[in-house]
């Protein structure tokens, strides 16, 4: 088992930029593949972003292709979103999940593909 700690969130102004963090404690982080989801209320949550176990492999969603970045640092145990030209839509609580293994034979875009999740933090954008 693994558990998930979100951080960085805030409210930043049209075209800035934050960095979220994912720290993760338990089981060896480097056998989880991770993603970005967010959600905001009365709606699904919502696929941003994957990674593979190694770090290697990446995968992001249409909607942010070119403005996120996700990205981690298996020694120290934590997964990053980087996003930039942020835009009032992406307002939304921002998770971060865990699924032990590798992708296998596509990423892991969907939020049943994954056990672990952290418990949010939100991100607000104004115009």
């Known amino acids: 088992q693994v558990q998930l700690v979100e951080s960085g969130g805030g409210l930043v102004l049209a075209g800035g930029s934050l960095r979220l963090s994912c720290a993760a404690s338990g089981r060896t982080f480097s056998g989880y593949a991770m993603g970005w989801f967010r959600q905001v209320p009365g709606k699904e949550r919502d696929f941003v972003a994957a990674i593979s176990k190694s770090g290697t492999s990446t995968y992001h969603a249409d909607s942010v292709e070119g403005r996120f970045t996700i990205f981690r640092d298996n020694a120290k145990n934590t997964v990053y979103l980087q996003m930039s030209s942020l835009k009032p839509e992406d307002t939304a609580v921002y998770y971060c999940?865990?699924?032990?293994?590798?992708?296998?034979?596509?990423?892991?875009?969907?939020?049943?593909?994954?056990?672990?999740w952290g418990q949010g933090t939100q991100v607000t954008v104004s115009s």
């Open positions: 999940a865990a699924r032990y293994g590798s992708f296998s034979g596509s990423y892991y875009t969907t939020a049943l593909q994954y056990d672990y």
